[in-house]
């Protein structure tokens, strides 16, 4: 068996910021719109009126401060509520090609790798915007990277399943090295018009290059110790969208569960024993006491179950810097959020620190991935 080096990471950001303020504003703009349209309904009792949402509620309840989206012009319009991309022809790059190239290049780059360097390509993400030809095949033929790609979606634990998948693949010898990319354009798939969840997530890129290990390999690296993946059966968050939409006799309709759907107070119950034992199970079988970990890098959906999580994992409230967040600035941003946090406070890491990269979401799904740091 091989062992396996992540050797770089990079992140692509959107120009586009959102902050909490600009987003209340054009939702409350929304509902009052949407109440004076359904004025009649609403007075008959037939149909619920919009509250409208708060800026003060969104940080208390969540953390987030702001988001980056590809497009903020139909976000922030009320008469729109969703963004607007433009249409392009399928002889240029596709839009989650263009994000995952700059992604990738940072990881390459930080890698002091090539193209050529590279044997495959994982897309792993929430959601992919066309069915076929895989993301991953474009981004290897734009990047000019033989061998091959495929694409993955676990949720949110997308990009863990995906380092997972990567590293078997180098340990048992069919390929030398997997650039792993996570594009992810939540903005696309969340409901702006639901204010239980519009201020949850954001848009953004990220990318890690995973290879083989060799004995005189000298180069600055995390090696990956081991990972662990887990799935349980929930509907809690679930999104009902698909291929056969067409196909169901009320197919084209508006209908809310077209977009993401939460029972976001259960999430939180259910989700944080099964993360916090997975932890703490990988842990042991790794024989590492959770002492041992300089950093946790959590999925960024939620600042107070990272904080729960960080204190079961430690037994003790765990320093800023040993637990760093993204999600004030980012939002959820679902399978990126952790690589995200990674990829800023990694590099501050000595020789033979050990950290945990752990995501969490729809499925359930959870995955972690002990890391040591070796420069
Ligand atoms: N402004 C003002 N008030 C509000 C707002 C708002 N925007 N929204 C809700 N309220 C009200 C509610 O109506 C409620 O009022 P009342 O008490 O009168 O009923 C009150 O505020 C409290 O509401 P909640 O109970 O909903 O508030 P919570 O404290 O539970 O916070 C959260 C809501 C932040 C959503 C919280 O429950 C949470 O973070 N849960 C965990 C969610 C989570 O981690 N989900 C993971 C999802 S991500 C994932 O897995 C990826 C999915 C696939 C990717 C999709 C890409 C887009």
Same mark, same amino acid.
């Given at each position: ?5 992540? =050797? ?5 950001? @959107?120009?586009?910021?959102? =902050? ?26 037939? /149909? ?10 969104? #940080? ?12 903020? *012009?139909?976000?922030?319009? @009320?008469?729109?509520?969703?963004? $607007? %991309? ?18 990738? +290049?940072?990881? %390459? ?5 090539? @193209? ?20 991953? /095949?474009?981004?290897?033929? +734009? $990047? ?5 790609? !495929? ?8 990009? =863990?399943?995906?380092? +997972? ?17 996570? &594009? ?14 519009? !201020? ?5 890129? =990220? ?12 180069? @600055? ?22 291929? %056969?939409?067409? *196909? ?41 006491? &959770?002492?041992?970990?300089?950093? #946790?890098? $959590? ?38 959020? *952790? ?7 990694s590099d501050d890491l000595s020789d033979g ?23």
């Amino acid at each position: 068996m091989h062992r396996v080096a992540l =050797t770089g990471s990079g992140v692509f950001t @959107p120009e586009a910021v959102i =902050t909490n303020d600009e987003l209340v504003t054009a939702f409350n703009a929304y509902a009052d719109l949407y109440n004076t349209e359904h004025a009649d309904a609403i007075a008959a009792g037939k /149909v619920e009126a919009k509250e409208h949402s708060s800026s003060e509620f969104i #940080l208390k309840a969540s953390g987030i401060e702001q988001r980056h989206v590809m497009d903020k *012009s139909g976000v922030l319009d @009320p008469k729109v509520m969703h963004p $607007l %991309l433009r249409q392009r022809s399928d002889d240029e790059p596709s839009i989650m090609t263009e994000m995952a190239m700059d992604a990738a +290049q940072k990881a %390459l780059a930080k890698a002091g790798r090539e @193209p050529g360097d590279v044997d495959a390509v994982i897309v792993a993400a929430s959601n992919m915007e066309r069915a076929y030809p895989a993301i991953a /095949v474009e981004v290897q033929d +734009q $990047l000019g990277i033989s061998g091959f790609g !495929f694409d993955m979606n676990v949720a949110c634990s997308s990009a =863990t399943f995906g380092i +997972q998948a990567a590293s078997d693949m180098i340990r048992s010898g069919s390929v030398r090295s997997v650039l792993m990319v996570n &594009p992810e354009i939540c903005s696309g798939h969340l409901e702006w018009r639901d204010r239980d969840c519009h !201020f949850i997530f954001g848009d953004v890129c =990220t990318a890690v290059l995973l290879e083989r290990l060799d004995e005189d390999e000298g180069r @600055p690296h995390f090696d990956i110790r081991s990972t662990r993946c887990l799935t349980q059966f929930s509907n809690n968050i679930r999104n009902n969208n698909g291929y %056969l939409r067409r *196909s169901r006799p009320d197919g084209v309709a508006d209908r809310r569960d077209m977009q993401f759907m939460q029972e976001g107070r259960k999430v939180f119950k259910e989700v944080l024993p099964i993360v916090s034992s997975h932890i703490l199970g990988h842990l042991e079988e790794e024989a590492t006491s &959770p002492d041992a970990l300089k950093r #946790l890098w $959590l999925h960024q959906a939620n600042k107070s179950m990272n904080d729960f999580i960080g204190r079961k994992v430690l037994g003790r409230t765990p320093a800023p810097d040993e637990q760093p967040n993204i999600l004030q600035n980012y939002a959820n941003t679902s399978s990126a959020g *952790s690589i995200i946090a990674f990829s800023q406070y990694s590099d501050d890491l000595s020789d033979g620190d050990l950290g945990l990269i752990c995501s969490f979401g729809a499925g359930y799904s959870v995955g972690s991935v002990l890391v040591r740091k070796v420069n």
